[in-house]
């Protein structure tokens, strides 16, 4: 080798010797997988869970690129892609894999029986076989999760006080969210208890929505509950729009819908459940056996009220409820 020829080599060695060494710790960052059925950001709908999500693992100690690596995979409504997005992030080798709601898990499930999944705002998580318990997962599948039974009691007694004699309620539902049926028969319990006639709206993806609501009227329904999954998520606005046309109290499961016009919702924060999801990666980066981790619930229930929908429909909301309300809409 000339004199010239080693000076070039050497110097070019070290031009790429810093960008080598930029590259190489990423290969051996944990990986982990993120599947959301919407739209990627800016669009709102997983805006908010992705932040806090984020800032649990902040709060941890995790910085994006320089001690973790977040894959994420967008169904953007297309729940069909589900399955597709899943092998994406199985073939990455992805350390654990992240996802709202239960019909997600139920694709993950069927995708891996190895890779730890973490469930956010799981519904019914023992009745639908995604863990033998919640003290313990005894599978991969572990996460935060709620019971349908306490949360349809609850909402269908605060339609009773904020609809003073109504007592048709239609029922939306996905049949395609596994978790769906238990809590409509946990609903159908409760209306029972409470003298409710339930008309039951079954949709299996939006083509669906206009003939439900046009089913509601025919049925004269005088309130409408939802049963919280992952397509209405995606589908908040064409939802919204269409109680606001067909006139119904709508009872929902999350505050933006009621930001967004229905009249109340009750349920867990999923804000927060995103944000305590990061814990679960902490444990299983730190060794936890995800058989081995419990699921948790939310110790905390939001009431959140939308008084410009109730004066829109003609109706006073009770003391007794504003007494309850986290949050109140004016």
Not at 111 to 138: C, E, H, K, Q, W
């Amino acid at each position: 080798m000339t004199a010239r020829s080693f000076i070039i080599a050497f110097a070019l060695g070290v031009l790429i010797t810093p960008l080598a060494a930029e590259v190489q710790p990423s290969a051996n960052l944990p990986r982990i997988g993120i599947l959301l059925t919407g739209a990627p950001p800016p669009a709102p709908d997983h805006s908010m869970s992705l932040e806090a999500f984020r800032q649990g693992l902040r709060d941890l100690g995790y910085v994006e690129g320089q001690n973790i690596i977040l894959e994420f995979r967008y169904a953007e409504g297309r729940f069909e892609r589900l399955p597709g997005l899943t092998a994406e992030l199985v073939h990455l080798k992805v350390d654990i894999l992240v996802t709202g709601g239960s019909q997600p898990v139920q694709v993950l499930k069927q995708a891996t029986s190895t890779i730890p999944i973490v469930g956010v705002a799981l519904a019914d998580p023992v009745g639908t076989g995604f863990s033998t318990s919640f003290a313990r997962s005894g599978g991969n599948i572990m996460g935060l999760a709620f019971q349908n039974a306490d949360l349809s009691t609850k909402r269908l007694e605060l339609l009773k006080e904020a609809v003073p004699g109504g007592t048709r309620v239609a029922v939306l539902w996905n049949t395609h969210n596994p978790a769906s049926a238990s809590a409509v028969r946990a609903t159908e319990e409760a209306a029972q208890l409470l003298g409710f006639q339930l008309h039951l709206l079954e949709v299996q993806g939006p083509h669906d929505f206009d003939s439900a609501f046009d089913a509601a009227q025919k049925g004269r329904a005088q309130a409408l509950l939802q049963v919280g999954s992952p397509l209405f998520n995606t589908h908040k606005k064409t939802l919204v729009d269409l109680v606001g046309q067909s006139r119904l109290p709508a009872s929902c499961e999350q505050r933006a819908f009621v930001v967004d016009g229905c009249l109340m919702a009750y349920g867990p924060s999923f804000t927060q459940m995103w944000r305590r999801a990061a814990t679960y990666v902490d444990k299983i980066l730190k060794g936890a056996k995800p058989a081995d981790l419990p699921i948790e619930q939310p110790m905390k229930f939001e009431l959140v009220i939308n008084l410009k929908t109730a004066k829109a429909l003609g109706l006073t909301i009770p003391p007794s409820i504003l007494f309850q309300a986290d949050e109140v809409i004016r």
